[in-house]
C-alpha cells in the first residue's frame, strides 16, 4: 500500500515540506477514543497519543486530531508514536455535537465523498435526506444518495420513491442498492476512485455497517488483513472507522442518531438554492417567509412552483441553524460572565488580604 492509496496528496506533501516536517513520519488517524488515536501509515498501525506542546496550544476540541487527520508522528517505543501536528484538512465534516449546546463535533476530516444511506422502508424520509445534505455540502463534501433495502419493495413502489425524491433534491447522484441481493453493489463499487475518501452517513439501521462489509469483503487491501493478525495482544480499538479499500478509503461514522445541523448559511443556501433564488424577490430583507405580504416563496409555494414539503423542512432547517447561532452566542456571553466573575473574585480576594 503507498500513501496515495490512503489518499495522501501532493498539497499534504508541499505542505509537509514548507513546514520542516521531513524528518517525521506521515500517517492518517483511522480511529479516536478519549484522546487515543490509531494511526495508519503504509507499514503498520500504531497507537498514538499527542505531544504535550499541541495539548497545550488546542484551545478547542477540533484542534485535536480527528479521524481523517493527516498527521506527522514520530515512533517512540514499538508500535507506539507521538502526535506532533494535525496536516490543514481540506474538508470537515462536522454536526452540533449531542447533549452539547451550541458545540460542535468532527464526524470526519478530509472526505471527498459522502454517501447518505438511507433505507427505502421505515427510514424512508426526504426531510432527514436534506438535513444530511446540507451538512455536506457545508463541508464541502460532495453527496451521494444510496438507497438500501430494495428487495423490501417492488418495482413500482421503487421507481414513485426515486421520482419523490428527485423532485425535491435535484442534481445529486442517486444509487439504490440491496445488501441482499448485492444488486447495485457493483455499481457503487465502479463510482469510487482509488485514493479518494468516502464517508458513510446515515441513521442506525439503514445497513451502513452491512454496505462497508460488502464493499470491503472482496476489495479490503492486503495490508489491512495483515496488520489484523499482527495485532494480537496489542490493545488496539477494535473498531477501524476508516478502511483502505482497493478503490478508495472509507470512513464509517460511528451511529448518528441524531444529527444536529450547526452554522451553515452556506450549507442551507447550497441545498436550498431554488428558494434562496426567489428569496431576492421578497418585498421585505428581514422577510421571514411565513406570514408577510409580497413574499416571493409563498407566492411560489401557493402556485406550487416550490414542493411544499420542502418549503416546510428549510423553515424548519432554518429555525435550527438560527438556534445554534444563538446558543453559540448565548455561551460565548456565559463564558465571558464566568471570565468577569472570577476577575472579580481574585480582585477582592487579593483587596481582602
Ligand atoms: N432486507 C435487507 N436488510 C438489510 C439490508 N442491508 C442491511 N440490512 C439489515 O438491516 C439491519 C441493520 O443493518 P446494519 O448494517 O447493522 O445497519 P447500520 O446502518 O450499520 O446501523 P448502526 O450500526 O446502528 O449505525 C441488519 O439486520 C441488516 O441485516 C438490505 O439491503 N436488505
Ligand atoms: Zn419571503
Known amino acids: 500500500m503507498t500513501l496515495e492509496d490512503l489518499g495522501y496528496n501532493k498539497d499534504l506533501e508541499s505542505y509537509r515540506r514548507s513546514q520542516n516536517l521531513e524528518s517525521f513520519g506521515v500517517g492518517r488517524v483511522i480511529s479516536e477514543h478519549k484522546e487515543r488515536y490509531v494511526v495508519k501509515t503504509t507499514e503498520d498501525e500504531y497507537d498514538a497519543e499527542i505531544i504535550g506542546n499541541l495539548r497545550f496550544s488546542a484551545q478547542k476540541r477540533s484542534d485535536f486530531p480527528a479521524v481523517g487527520d493527516w498527521v506527522a508522528i514520530s515512533e517512540y517505543d514499538e508500535e507506539k508514536v507521538l502526535i506532533h501536528s494535525v496536516f490543514p484538512r481540506k474538508t470537515i465534516i462536522e454536526r452540533h455535537a449531542v447533549g452539547k449546546q451550541g458545540e460542535k463535533q468532527i464526524i470526519a ?207 424548519k432547517m432554518k429555525k435550527e441553524k438560527e438556534h445554534f447561532e444563538l446558543t453559540v452566542a448565548e455561551k460565548r456571553k456565559k463564558d465571558k460572565d464566568f471570565g468577569k466573575m472570577i476577575k472579580h473574585f481574585k480582585k477582592t480576594r487579593k483587596s481582602n488580604k
Do not use: W
Not at 421585505?284 to 408577510?292: A, L, N, P, Q, S
Open 109 to 315: 476530516t478530509n472526505v471527498d465523498f459522502a454517501f447518505i444511506v438511507q433505507s427505502v422502508d421505515r427510514d424512508f424520509n426526504i426531510n432527514r435526506i436534506e438535513r444530511y445534505l446540507i451538512i455536506c455540502n457545508t463541508a464541502n463534501v460532495k453527496p451521494i444518495i444510496v438507497l438500501n433495502k430494495i428487495d423490501l419493495i417492488n418495482e413500482i413502489e421503487l421507481k414513485k420513491l426515486i421520482s419523490k425524491v428527485q423532485d425535491r433534491v435535484k442534481q445529486v447522484p442517486l444509487i439504490e442498492i440491496s445488501n441482499e441481493t448485492k444488486k447495485g453493489i457493483e455499481k457503487l463499487k465502479k463510482l469510487m476512485q482509488k485514493g479518494k475518501t468516502y464517508c458513510l452517513l446515515g441513521s442506525s439501521g439503514v445497513g451502513k455497517s452491512t454496505l462497508l462489509n460488502n464493499l470491503s469483503g472482496s476489495q479490503l487491501m492486503k495490508t489491512n488483513t495483515i496488520s489484523t493478525s499482527t495485532n494480537k495482544g496489542r490493545h488496539v480499538t477494535s473498531h477501524r472507522e476508516l478502511l483502505v479499500l482497493q478503490n478508495g478509503i472509507l470512513i464509517d461514522n460511528p451511529g448518528m442518531r441524531e444529527v444536529g445541523i450547526a452554522d451553515s448559511t452556506s450549507g442551507l443556501e447550497k441545498t436550498f438554492k431554488s428558494i434562496i433564488e426567489l428569496s431576492k424577490n421578497c418585498k421585505f430583507k428581514d422577510c421571514t417567509h411565513t406570514t408577510e405580504i409580497d413574499c416571493a416563496i409563498l407566492e411560489a409555494v401557493s402556485k406550487g412552483e416550490i414542493d411544499m414539503d420542502s418549503y416546510e423542512n428549510y423553515l
